[in-house]
Nanobody
Framework: QVQLVESGGGLVQAGGSLRLSCAAS????????MGWFRQAPGKERQFVAA????????GYADSVKGRFTISRDNAKNMLYLQMNSLKPDDTAVYYC?????????????????WGQGTQVTVSS
């Protein structure tokens, strides 16, 4: 089992930046990929970005391409999301997640373990 703890959320103005972190512990050897999802009030949880754990191949939702960068540090068991040029539509609770299979990158149903989430609020 893998445990996840997110941090780094906060309140920023439109155009600003935030860096989210996710600390992983437990059975890291079983991890195939890690990802970030977000959920705004009244909406479904949406895919943001993911990265394969060993090779480091990233993937992004169209809405964040060119603005967000996902990365990981295998030696420290850390996952990061650098968010630049933030928009009010980015406001949501952001969750870190683990995938232990070779199914789709962007489906929340293919991820087995989730963190508690961290709030990101972007004001206009």
């Amino acid at each position: 089992q893998v445990q996840l703890v997110e941090s780094g959320g906060g309140l920023v103005q439109a155009g600003g930046s935030l860096r989210l972190s996710c600390a992983a512990s437990g059975r890291i050897s079983s991890v195939i990929a890690m990802g970030w999802f977000r959920q705004a009030p009244g909406k479904e949880r949406q895919f943001v970005a993911a990265i394969t754990w060993i090779v480091g191949t990233p993937g992004y939702a169209d809405s964040v391409k060119g603005r967000f960068t996902i990365s990981r540090d295998n030696a420290k068991n850390m996952l990061y999301l650098q968010m630049n040029s933030l928009k009010p539509d980015d406001t949501a609770v952001y969750y870190c997640a683990v995938r232990k299979n070779y199914r789709s990158t962007n489906s929340r149903y293919d991820y087995e373990t989730w963190g508690q989430g961290t709030q990101v609020t972007v004001s206009s």
